[in-house]
């Protein structure tokens, strides 16, 4: 991997929570990261991004099987915390579901009836027109080239009360950043810390848990 010194104007603002002035991380073959010191995200360079086509493409080739065991365990480390804390009945949204919706799937098994969106694979607007007891997320939020509009529309299609669910790779060592195997998808554009869900979650008044690694729920309050 090349490393060498960052030569761009830094973005801004942090696309994450809008902070100002993000700080340089490393530039590695080609590519721009920058470290919000506030909610301590890190981000490729927004004028870096890959093209709609050209992650599309990459879409293409991901094998999602509900059927797959080893899938399913993978999802359960977000449906078992999340089921825990849901009621019976509560109707949910799995957003950016993918071309095989296991985890809606899952939660469908448990008894939640669930609506799918995907930019990509189901783009269908009327799931986006309802209010939701929970939406999940998952290995999704990495891929939001403006993650901050992406989380306000999340907040408008829960309810009052309502979960949202999020498992991504959480981003802890820095120095290890450039040869992390999560950085080197291309269409992986921002990455979360734990103390980024906290942050984001204490910024709109709602409480945020960490039940296993790389599993953050959100918990919007009841009351505004």
């Known amino acids: 991997?090349?490393?060498?010194?960052?030569?761009?104007?830094?973005?801004?603002h942090c696309p994450v929570c809008g902070a100002p002035d993000p700080a340089?991380?490393?530039?590695?073959?080609?590519?721009?990261?920058?470290?919000?010191?506030?909610c301590e995200a890190r981000?490729?360079?927004?004028?870096?991004?890959?093209?709609?086509?050209?992650?599309?493409?990459?879409?293409?080739?991901?094998?999602?099987?509900?059927?797959?065991?080893?899938y399913r365990r993978f999802l359960a480390r977000l449906a078992e915390p999340l089921l825990a804390r849901l009621p019976a009945g509560a109707r949910g949204l799995d957003f950016g579901c993918g071309p095989g919706p296991a985890l809606?799937?899952?939660?469908?098994?448990?008894?939640?009836?669930?609506?799918?969106?995907?930019?990509?694979?189901?783009?269908e607007p009327t799931a986006l027109a309802e209010c939701y007891d929970f939406i999940t997320c998952t290995e999704t939020a990495e891929h939001f080239?403006?993650?901050?509009?992406?989380?306000?529309?999340?907040?408008?299609?829960?309810?009052?009360?309502?979960?949202?669910?999020?498992?991504t790779c959480f981003q802890t060592d820095d120095a290890r950043f450039s040869d992390w195997h999560y950085r080197r998808d291309p269409?992986?554009?921002?990455?979360?810390?734990?103390?980024?869900?906290?942050?984001?979650?204490?910024?709109?008044?709602?409480?945020?848990?960490?039940?296993v690694k790389d599993v953050a729920l959100l918990r919007k309050p009841l009351h505004a």
């Open 1 to 12: 991997m090349v490393r060498n010194h960052m030569t761009r104007e830094p973005p801004a």
């Open 24 to 38: 340089p991380l490393l530039s590695v073959a080609g590519r721009d990261y920058w470290a919000c010191a506030a």
């Open 43 to 70: 981000f490729l360079d927004p004028r870096q991004h890959p093209s709609r086509a050209d992650e599309h493409a990459h879409y293409l080739h991901l094998q999602n099987d509900a059927a797959e065991p080893g």
């Open 104 to 123: 809606a799937a899952m939660l469908r098994e448990a008894g939640h009836p669930m609506a799918l969106y995907d930019p990509v694979f189901h783009p």
């Open 145 to 167: 080239h403006r993650p901050a509009e992406e989380l306000e529309r999340l907040d408008g299609l829960l309810a009052p009360g309502g979960w949202l669910g999020i498992m």
């Open 187 to 211: 269409t992986h554009v921002v990455f979360y810390r734990a103390a980024t869900w906290r942050y984001l979650a204490a910024a709109r008044g709602w409480s945020c848990e960490i039940p």
